[in-house]
């Protein structure tokens, strides 16, 4: 089958979207953190994180945005990388970066929008920056997000993303806490051509969406036993074979196993105990 221009534009720049058929969790009733010592428990896209810590509204370098959602919460090493960015930005340009989902206050399911960010290690960090807290209301009013990085065809950069931009990707993935970054494979690639095969693109994993923020995964931080780690991302930049496979008709056709929703798996124990407690 062949598809329309309008319909692989959908594919590759798509946003965040409601879960199809997703059912309430009770993870989003949730209104606090647990106590006690911080623990990212099971899996990004089936777990939990006991103790979490939120990130304030506004700090050196970052405003953290739609905070009526409550899902600002996560592991103390999230928190410090969201500090540690907003802190290099601020020095970089004096502008702030917008921070998007990080997890709910006990992790675990959402409602709408992922399937991760569910064990405090996610942070959505968009790549529109902006020049104060009410800047960022304008640039991400509630139900539209910021724009896209790539070009309608998914395929270039758009005149949006500049050197700000390289900055903030490429800090993050210079972090050693952060296991991989998401980002759309139209940015991925522009950047391997940018950077010439650079060590730090490795980090860079291409993923449908993601051209307007990147999402960021910490690696299982110590002092977390039931924290389960991803498999390693592959060895080398990323900017071959692999990324090469984003643009092939395979990978912009939808299929029908894409849509399916997917079964999902019982909750790691722990989770389900902390779901209980207060
Ligand atoms: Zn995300």
Redesign the pocket.
Known sequence: MRLGPSLIVGLIVAG?APLAGAAETPWSRVEHASLGKPTAIGGPSNGCIAGAQSLPATGTGFVSIRRHRNRFYGHPETIRLVKDLGKAMDTHNGRLIMI??LSQPRGGRMNSS?V??QNGL?V?VWLTLVDSPAGAVRAAPEGQDPPSMVTPDGLELSSRFGPDQLFLIRTAAAEPTVDRI?VNPGIKRALCRMEHNAAWLRKLRPWWGHDA?M?VRLKCPPGSPHCQQQAPVPAGSGCGAELAWWFSPEARTPTASSSKPRARPRPPAQCQVLLRGS
Do not use: C, E, Q, R
């Open positions: 965040p998007g989902d992922h991760s960010h996610d959505d998401l923020h999402h």
